[in-house]
């Protein structure tokens, strides 16, 4: 895909996001328009946790569109660019006359400057990291606040003139200008990110923002989050039948206590046992699913295909588009056999929607039937001739945001406690080709990690723990025998939502437990070796 067409997709993303959603006719919202900061999501959350429904949308959105919808605020992100950059994005003017309140976080903050008149160029001295701020505890902005605490700086320019009407409400020793507001026309920016956890009275700064400046109603919560959803789906499917594709995780299982409370029998949940499961957990799933909870899985056992489909291949890439078209391929088949179904529930999550590249619209209903989802989340990618009207209730929600709805919902504790898991499952766990051999070493390790992360009582402090399966092979002892086998990798990470994380500081007991039956309990594995990355400039996952 060009970039010019990237461009046109993402645009008619950003409309679709907020046109479709019901959420923000039926709450107070905050419109977050995203210039590219890899916080944008992480601002949308922190308002949510006011009970303030927040939407992710592009800077690009028309200003009749905003002025349709009438947020009560809207948030201007942080991005890469510097605003005097050649083609760096830029804001509509018209947006800052809608007599609605604008917060300009970081390039926001820059960038509205630059459009009102004002000054900003190249920092003689760049700041990163923990800087303190001096505030004006009387700025509508800082209200109730102390007058000096730490924030969390990431720039490389500084706002050097102010447009008119504009004044100064905080300042550390290296940015004379890290706040300002214009009280009269609602317009206010920050250089800091008052959005991450380094900022202290961060969520406090947001609250001034969300619930005073722009008296934003705290309506939105998850009790009425699963209300709505429930009615949205009876309306939307009537008496026609969902499939939903189960996996076993947190999304998908709620996913599937919520539709079971919707529609009842016309659920049916399919689970395709593709190879890449970890030990013993597909016999689980069944046994939970049908036997205590009583809703109906159509089991499929297709891991001789899936494994066969990727023979060979080492792109990880290729890897995921090719179990995600085999993984449709599947639903379609076995759907025709058992069904007829109208309609596919997935347990999509909005960081997948926020990072898809377009949507794929039927001009005559203007139903969503097939999205393309970026490769590396959920099933890696929609066919474009998908059969199926999709059915996402949670395409708007974060991760921690579902968990809250399993709890509402009485999902038991051992599923909503359960560690993410890719889509692909362990096939992107092994870097290079998969093979039996090699999937079998890796659910071997898999268990042993898991196991003596429980013993610990470690499993529920961290995000994530897993191990990867590097397929070069080393030299070792063991016996005074001659080994070359092959090196896992334990990756252990702390994060709140999987945007951003840090690696995880394990007791030296625990690893070298977890080293030691490795090593000696998996044929196959001569040396275990730890991932101390974070997120970024890692991502969590190797593949």
């Given amino acids: 895909m060009t970039t010019k067409e990237e461009t046109a997709a993402q645009d008619s993303l950003s409309k679709i ?116 701020l001096e505030v004006d505890p009387k700025d509508k902005l800082f209200l109730d606040l102390e007058s000096k605490f730490v924030s969390w700086m990431s720039h490389g320019d500084n706002v050097t003139e102010l447009p008119l009407g504009f004044s100064i409400s905080a300042k550390t020793s290296n940015t004379h200008c890290a706040a300002i507001s214009n009280r009269e026309k609602g317009l206010y920016g920050v250089q800091f990110h008052p959005e991450v956890v380094h900022t202290m009275n961060g969520i406090e700064i947001l609250r001034n923002f969300v619930l005073n400046i722009c008296s934003a109603k705290p309506s939105w919560t998850i009790d009425k989050f699963i209300e709505d959803s429930i009615n949205e789906v009876r309306k939307k499917v009537g008496d026609k039948r969902i499939l939903l594709a189960l996996s076993g995780g947190v999304d998908s299982s709620t996913l599937a206590f919520l539709l079971h409370q919707a529609i009842g029998e016309n659920l049916t949940c399919m689970f395709i046992d593709q190879g890449f499961m970890r030990k013993s957990e597909p016999e689980r799933l069944l046994t939970t699913f049908q036997n205590e909870f009583h809703i109906n899985v159509h089991y499929v056992n297709a891991k001789k295909r899936f494994v066969d489909a990727i023979k060979g291949i080492i792109d990880p890439e290729e890897k995921r588009k090719i179990i995600g078209r085999e993984f449709i391929r599947v639903f379609e088949e076995e759907s025709k056999r058992i069904g007829p179904f109208d309609y596919l529930a997935q347990g999509t999550l909005y960081p997948d929607v926020i990072e898809s590249a377009d949507s794929n619209i039927d001009p005559k209903t203007g139903e969503r039937v097939a999205v393309k989802i970026k490769s590396h989340h959920n099933v890696g990618g929609l066919p474009k001739d998908l059969q199926f009207k999709l059915v996402e209730p949670f395409r708007k929600l974060f991760k921690d945001e579902v968990r809250k709805v399993a709890r509402e919902l009485n999902v038991p504790k051992r599923i909503i406690e359960r560690h993410p898991f890719p889509g692909p499952g362990l096939a992107i766990r092994i870097i290079g080709e998969v093979t039996e051999e090699r999937l079998k070493i890796l659910r071997e390790a898999d268990s042993i990690i898991r196991d003596e992360i429980n013993k610990s009582g470690l499993y529920n402090k961290i995000w994530q723990v897993f191990g990867v399966l590097l397929t070069i092979q080393s030299v070792g002892v063991m016996g005074d025998k001659r080994t070359y086998s092959h090196p896992i990798v334990l990756r252990a990470i702390t994060s709140e939502d999987g945007m951003t994380a840090d690696w995880a500081k394990l007791p030296f007991d625990v690893l070298e437990k977890i080293s030691n039956r490795l090593v000696n309990e998996v044929e196959g594995i001569n040396r275990v070796v730890y991932d101390i990355t974070s997120k970024p400039p890692s991502t969590i996952e190797w593949e």
């Fill in 17 to 132: 996001k907020i046109s479709d959603n019901e959420n923000l006719k039926l709450h107070d919202a905050i419109l977050v328009l995203d210039f590219g900061s890899q916080y944008s999501e992480l601002i949308a959350r922190r308002v949510r946790e006011l009970n303030v429904y927040s939407e992710v949308v592009s800077f690009r959105v028309e200003p009749e569109e905003l002025k349709r919808l009438a947020p009560k605020g809207i948030i201007l992100s942080g991005g890469p660019n510097s605003v005097y950059d050649t083609g760096a994005p830029a804001l509509n003017p018209k947006i800052l006359q809608l007599d609605i309140p604008v917060l300009g976080v970081c390039y926001g903050m820059q960038l509205m400057v630059k459009q009102l008149g004002g000054k900003v160029v190249r920092a003689d001295k760049q700041e990163y990291g923990k800087a303190i």
